[in-house]
């Protein structure tokens, strides 16, 4: 694997070191670790966890734009989600649904829910409905590389 090429899927806290997308020669790796070494964005030689990088070289997949799917209310007793869709950089794609953590508490306040909790897997909580709010929340997701397994593909 040494002076093979792989591509950083995220940073992590490492974000002054690797950018995620950029593609890294592999300098030395510690496989009792998982641990690789690479000349950093700033030159200098560091080790990082294997588990942040592409190994077979291959791209990520980036968020390349989103759009409400539903209207968004301001009423402050709605109980509903908002629907968003993302175009991503491979031409898929994907979908998902925000709540407000004031709409999620609305919601499990009704008297007749059943069951009385839930789990959605591609569901997001968002401050608000602020456009600001909610690129701020995908693009963080994006760049953890966690926006695809909060997102279901949009068949």
Not at 9 to 21: K, L, N
Not at 41 to 64: A, M, Q, T, Y
Request: proline letters at 5%.
């Amino acid at each position: 694997m040494i002076n093979k090429n792989i591509v950083c899927r995220t940073p992590g806290v490492y974000s002054e070191g690797i950018t995620r997308g950029k593609s890294y020669q592999v300098i030395d790796i510690n496989a009792d670790e998982d641990m690789v070494r690479l000349k950093c964005d700033n030159g200098r030689l560091k080790w990082f966890p294997l588990s942040h990088f592409n190994v077979n070289s291959e791209g990520v997949i980036d968020l390349i734009s989103w759009k409400f799917d539903d209207e968004v209310s301001n009423d402050p007793n709605e109980i509903n989600w908002i629907e968003i869709s993302m175009k991503m950089s491979d031409g898929s794609e994907r979908w998902c649904i925000l709540y407000t953590p004031e709409r999620l508490r609305n919601l499990l306040q009704q008297p007749n829910i059943y069951p009385t909790g839930l789990h959605i897997k591609h569901m997001i909580v968002v401050k608000s409905y602020n456009i600001e709010d909610k690129q701020s929340v995908l693009d963080y997701l994006n760049q953890e590389d966690e926006l695809i397994g909060a997102t279901l593909p949009l068949t």
